[in-house]
């Protein structure tokens, strides 16, 4: 792609003007929206998404449009899987409904400046060195792996998140209180500087953020090169996220086979990566094969899982919501 230094600035600044008017100005209202108000959001989010796509498909060709709405379509699918654990969060730690915004912009914050650091990381190295190639790809077969033996797991994961090595630091570290003191992360008791319960769930949804940030990454660099797509593929993904908790918290957990969704996908662009990098050091024609899998090939697969995955879920979450409800008959 042939792009201006201008054309990348009026992008930066249109998108991160529409997240900061939607964090920062709609999301600091104290009343919790409306299911029309996230509706609408989500829809106009969408909406733009497509606009861009089919943008970027008119003026620098399909192959471009493609790898967008690709990347686009798995970056928004990991971050529904990075709301869940917000759920996850904010219910384990009791967060009153009324800081759920407060925190919930700060986590999406968060994500997207922790995604930015691993976009440019991940550019330089692929410039630099192509054998990275290998290790993004046997990460996300990894992940892929771990995603499914966790949904396979009869273990109760919902404690997890709030449960890992920066939590108890943090917690060993800095004096807190037992409670929420209004939005604030830290307050002043007896001249002593104490950190809130707001303080520990931003802890908790800026580790979550860093671990998906750790997969979202090299996903869609298994589908694009080209970094214009990857950021603004990430941030498209992360528009409206907010209005989604609120709208559908709750039937989240009726999408019961998402995390074998992305566990296949993650499966099968870390099967990509390998075979492309097999690719460029010519490994592949030495053994009679092309390594180079078709954009078109990888949209369409991901659309077929996802739209599988999705219908499956809703089936599966509508039989046991009649089965338990012949039970309490």
């Not at 925190?103 to 914050?109: D, E, K, N, Q, R």
């Not at 979202?216 to 990430?234: H, K, M, R, W």
């Not at 010519?282 to 077929?304: K, M, Q, R, T, Y």
Request: glycine letters at 8%; proline letters at 2%; one cysteine or more.
């Amino acid at each position: 792609m042939l792009l201006t230094p201008a054309i990348w600035l009026v992008t930066i600044i249109i998108l991160s003007g529409v997240l900061v008017f939607d964090l920062i100005v709609i999301g600091r209202r104290p009343r919790e929206p409306s299911m029309k108000e996230c509706g609408i959001a989500i829809g106009t989010y969408s909406t733009l998404a497509v606009i861009f796509g089919i943008g970027i498909w008119v003026f620098y060709g399909s192959r471009y449009g493609a790898e967008f709405f690709a990347g686009w379509l798995t970056e928004y699918s990991l971050s529904v899987d990075n709301l869940f654990i917000f759920v996850i969060i904010m219910a384990s730690m009791r967060v009153p409904r009324q800081f759920q915004q407060y925190a919930l912009m700060v986590g999406i914050i968060l994500a997207l400046i922790f995604r930015g650091v691993f976009i440019a990381a991940g550019a330089a190295l692929i410039e630099a060195f192509s054998w990275v190639f290998f290790i993004f790809g046997a990460f996300l077969i990894y992940t892929a792996l771990q995603l499914y033996l966790e949904y396979r797991s009869d273990d109760n994961l919902e404690g997890e998140p709030t449960d890992n090595a920066l939590m108890r630091f943090a917690k060993r570290v800095f004096r807190s209180t037992d409670d929420f003191r209004d939005r604030r992360i830290s307050v002043k008791i007896d001249g002593k500087r104490y950190t809130t319960l707001m303080f520990f769930v931003i802890v908790a949804l800026g580790s979550a953020d860093l671990l998906f940030a750790l997969d979202s990454i090299p996903a869609i660099y298994g589908l694009t090169q080209e970094a214009y797509l990857v950021f603004t593929a990430n941030v498209f993904a992360l528009m409206g996220l907010r209005q989604l908790y609120f709208l559908i918290g709750g039937l989240l957990r009726r999408l019961v086979y998402l995390s074998v969704g992305l566990a296949i996908i993650l499966a099968f662009i870390g099967v990509k990566l390998v075979l492309h990098a097999m690719h460029e050091y010519h490994w592949d024609a030495a053994l009679g094969f092309s390594g180079e899998i078709p954009i078109w090939i990888s949209l369409a697969f991901i659309i077929a899982v996802l739209a599988v995955t999705t219908i499956a879920s809703l089936i599966k979450s509508g039989r046991d919501e009649k089965d338990s409800g012949k039970e309490e008959a």
